[in-house]
């Protein structure tokens, strides 16, 4: 009878969990079906419409988890529709006013990634704290794609600071700038949409002179990360000598692919490997694999450690943080998020106890 009983609630163990499996795949696919439907719309309808979907569905969401699951779905669905579309309402909203396109602007604010120099000059992303035009405070798009150029002018490379430019420094910048614009060939790379993507709702450029000096105003501003990815790759630099091999090392470590000539670049696509000079999640899951295993090896030599934790669980969850640490040096490219979530998504399933099904645990 014991025994019995025991596989009984072994079985019934096992349909539950299967049922809550089922429930949350469906509830994930209800959410992702509303982004789907969503971002098939060819213009967005006003904001407020999609603020109230998201109300709507939030609250239908809170009331049909307990009572109804067929409703909570539909819930989920209208939540996705209507918190993409308001987002991308947000994210249109942040244009560049007409008025301001080819205006003498000073803008005051913070690097915010890693800048990229060549030969006629550097690029670099901006993340803007405040803006004046005639002395007048004006708004701009939360981010900016600027270009620092050399010979623009007669004088420009007298006292020319852009040597100076790093990642997390805030500056005080004479700029013009204008909207986002991109060929439109089929097939072609979309400009205008990578920096839509990207936050970035204006480009422009960098108009310093000797009589409008740029002033840089603080070295450690913020974006802590993007100022530590900056330390090592100035590092790569100073000791290796030859250039083109310390960009192709700083590609590899902390996910600079600017930092690779032209030439390599096209010399990598020829012969097939320039996925391996790209951080992908590949890469991100292989060293999460490699420090959980090293990590789980080491915990299970301390009694002490392993009476505190499993060991299992210390390596499942040490490689994550080691993944996700990993991620953010290489730039939290959405290759490297989307994996960091799978991994997070999976530990947690596992560390559940509960025997989920594999094709559960994928739809998850």
Known sequence: MATGGGAGHDRQG???????????????LAWL?????????????????????????ALLAAWGWRWQRG????????????????????????????????QDLWVTGVVAA????????????????GAQWRGQAVQLPPRLALGWYRGWHDEAGLGDPRDELRAGQ????????????????????????????????????VRATPSQPAQRLDDAAGYPVERLRQAVRDAVFERIADPRVAGVLAALSIGDQGAIEREDWELFRAT????????????????????????????RRSERLVLWCPAPWAARWSGVLAAAGYALLSGWGVPAQRTVWMLVVAAALATSGVAWPWLLVLLA
């Open 114 to 129: 890693l800048p990229h120099g060549s030969a006629v000059g550097t690029r670099f992303l901006f993340s803007v704290e």
């Open 71 to 102: 409703l909570l779905l539909l819930a989920l669905l209208v939540l996705g529709f209507g918190w993409t579309g308001w987002r991308a309402s947000e994210r249109l909203a942040q244009a560049l006013p007409a008025a301001l396109e080819g």
């Open 33 to 57: 079906g509303g982004i789907a439907l969503q971002l098939q719309q060819p213009a967005l309808w006003p904001v407020s419409w999609y603020v109230g979907l998201a109300i709507a569905g």
């Open 170 to 205: 805030r500056w005080r910048l004479p700029l013009r700038l204008k909207r986002p614009h991109g060929s439109l060939n089929p097939g072609g790379f979309d400009y205008e949409l990578a920096l839509f993507e990207q936050g970035v709702r204006a480009t422009g450029y």
């Open 14 to 28: 096992g349909l539950s969990a299967h049922r809550a499996g089922t429930g949350l795949a469906a509830s994930l």
């Open 272 to 299: 097939g490997i320039a996925h391996l000079v790209s951080i992908s999640g590949l890469h991100v899951a292989m060293f999460a694999w490699l420090a959980g295993g090293l990590i789980g090896w080491a915990w």
